[in-house]
């Protein structure tokens, strides 16, 4: 069993008390000896504590996100069409999960993990533009990341106390997020290309995610 087995195993297991238990290096540290494994394991996994399994919580949505992808036909699909059905999934993904997605959303709130909650949006957000089609490579790829940032992180934040059946009221507040701020807003890259250098020198982190090596 490799790394990422062994976290995604333990990850799992403590998804259960997370609820109840909140969001804790010892939650992990038991989901980890109810597994078998030593508890001294957490350290090993996750150097950086709760930053590192913040992380992995993003990591992990992503990838079952994308493996949800993989079913949708986009050839008669808009561009817009298809962010939304990807935002969407990852809405689906993180249904059975809402109380540990308040919990995450908490601790990235938090001052000292605001470049790390920026550096998860951005990762997703990329992830989501790359499998629309995008190939902007010039400031045009980092106004369309920035800004589906925004929408993402806006949308989830909606979606923690929307109570309605199958999300409907967040899928309307998304699908008008998009119009309005993705395409609507689309001229804003006027604005924004001469902040390009503070984009890819402050706010893009390494995207390689694991998502990409699996």
């Not at 001052?111 to 490579?137: K, Q, V």
């Amino acid at each position: 069993m490799n790394l990422d087995e062994q976290k995604t195993q333990i990850f799992e297991q403590a998804l259960k008390d997370i609820p109840f238990d909140g969001w804790t290096i010892e939650v992990f540290e038991k989901a980890a000896v109810d597994l078998e494994f030593e508890k001294n394991i957490i350290p090993a996994l996750f150097p950086k504590g709760n930053a590192d399994i913040l992380d992995f919580f993003a990591i992990w949505t992503d990838k079952k996100m994308m493996e949800s992808l993989t079913s949708v036909n986009t050839e008669d699909l808009k561009v817009r069409a298809r962010i939304r059905i990807a935002v969407e999934k990852r809405i689906e993904i993180l249904s059975p999960y809402k109380e540990v997605t308040q919990h995450s959303f908490k601790r990235l709130r938090t001052p000292n993990h605001a470049r790390l909650s920026t550096s998860i949006m951005w990762r997703t957000s990329d992830l989501i533009w790359n499998w629309a089609g995008d190939e902007a490579t010039d400031y045009n790829k980092y106004t369309k990341r920035g800004l589906l940032s925004g929408v993402i992180g806006s949308t989830f934040i909606y979606w923690l106390n929307d109570n309605s059946d199958n999300a409907e009221k967040t899928k309307t507040f998304l699908n008008n997020r998009i119009e309005n701020v993705l395409f609507v807003g689309k001229n804003i890259g006027k604005i924004v290309k001469p902040l390009e250098s503070v984009f890819k020198n402050f706010i893009v982190p390494n995207i390689k995610s694991k998502t990409e090596k699996a």
